[in-house]
Nanobody, 127 residues
């Protein structure tokens, strides 16, 4: 069964850090580009970050640049999102998604770029 699962979410105070993990089973995540998205209550899902499959090219939403870092460990079939200096507006459900190489020409933040999605992990930034 092809599956993505996020982990590492939780409650953190403003200024704190969390590291999210996105682990694949049933396929090699190293063959896919991976995106992170988030969705706050009552809002649309928005882009957060992206890492390509072969060259490891990364992109970030302006709102997280300088604070979040995406990385991948193909040996562990996992992509990470290190989140530092968290703000209350970072609160939401965070989703990872994997997109096949055949869709590489698509914009990284297009939801249709991705073939597999995880169920999400809740991140709450509050004092």
């Amino acid at each position: 069964q092809l599956q993505l699962v996020e982990s590492g979410g939780g409650l953190v105070q403003p200024g704190g850090s969390l590291r999210l993990s996105c682990t694949a089973s049933g396929f090699s995540l190293g063959d896919y580009a991976v995106g992170w998205f988030r969705q706050a209550p009552g809002k649309e899902r928005e882009r957060v970050s992206y890492i390509s499959d072969i060259r490891g090219i990364t992109y970030y939403a302006d709102s997280v640049k300088g604070r979040f870092t995406i990385s991948r460990d193909n040996a562990k079939n996992t992509v990470y999102l290190q989140m530092n200096t968290l703000k209350p507006e970072d609160t939401g459900v965070y989703y990872c998604a994997a997109g096949a190489r055949s869709k590489a020409a698509m914009l990284w933040y297009a939801l249709s770029r991705y073939d597999y999605w995880g169920p999400g992990t809740q991140v709450t930034v509050s004092s």
